[in-house]
């Protein structure tokens, strides 16, 4: 059965670059990002890999462990983290899960057997602190993903797990946010005491809220 948004991550246990993991047991109240990669040794994921390495920072700066999944073995691994630090410049630093029996990509459904069936499309999958999912995203393995756009989500998913907002399009850390529907003006008073801007009823506009 697909996993949707709001279900429970499933558990699993797997070797990986840096150890076995087991994975509730890792993310441990963290939010998560699991993402996974066609094959090693192939352009685009290299590029991904190495793209998101340099991103370490900005994952950690949110509280979010990042795991990579490639359903190639452990030994393969190294040569290829190699090949990501001498091409992007950045070296391999969160764990590549290995899933040479493809147990992990399979209880994820990152295999699309119409798609191809023994390479994974490029999933992305955020997970939160509640150990529930938060976000799905699939790509083709021929389309490189935007890990910028990682974070842009994973922002407003820790605002909006925080305060009574929504963000709008195209939003990014800092602009404005929408007050939810669901919250009567008279709430919104006591939370938003500086007041908002009303386009309509259900489109009430408010700076981004703090902390
Ligand atoms: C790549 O990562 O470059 C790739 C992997 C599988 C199919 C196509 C491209």
Redesign the pocket.
């Known amino acids: 059965m697909a996993i949707l948004i709001g279900d429970i991550a499933p558990d699993f246990t797997a070797d990986s670059t840096e150890g076995p993991i087991r994975f509730h047991d890792y993310i441990d109240g963290s939010w998560a990002v699991l993402f996974s990669?066609?094959?090693n040794f192939?352009?685009?994921?290299?590029t991904?890999l190495g793209y998101t390495a340099k991103l370490k920072p900005e994952f950690d700066k949110r509280g979010v462990k990042v795991l990579g999944l490639s359903v190639d073995k452990l030994e393969d691994h190294a040569g290829w983290s190699a090949d990501i630090a001498e091409t992007q410049g950045a070296t391999l630093n969160f764990p590549l899960i290995a899933d040479p029996d493809k147990k992990v990509a399979t209880l994820y459904d990152m295999i699309h057997p119409n798609a191809s069936d023994n390479?994974t499309v490029r999933s992305v999958f955020v997970i939160g602190p509640d150990k529930k999912v938060k976000l799905k995203i699939e790509y083709p393995?021929?389309t490189g993903r935007n890990f910028d756009e990682v974070l842009r989500v994973i922002d407003s998913l820790q605002l909006t797990a925080k305060h009574q907002v929504a963000t709008p399009v195209n939003w990014k850390s800092g602009e404005d946010v929408i007050i939810l529907p669901a919250v009567t003006n008279e709430a919104a008073r006591e939370k938003f005491p500086d007041g908002w801007k009303e386009l309509k009823p259900y489109l009430r506009v408010v700076p981004q809220p703090q902390g």
């Open positions: 990669h066609p094959k192939t352009p685009v994921c290299t991904e390479l393995a021929s």
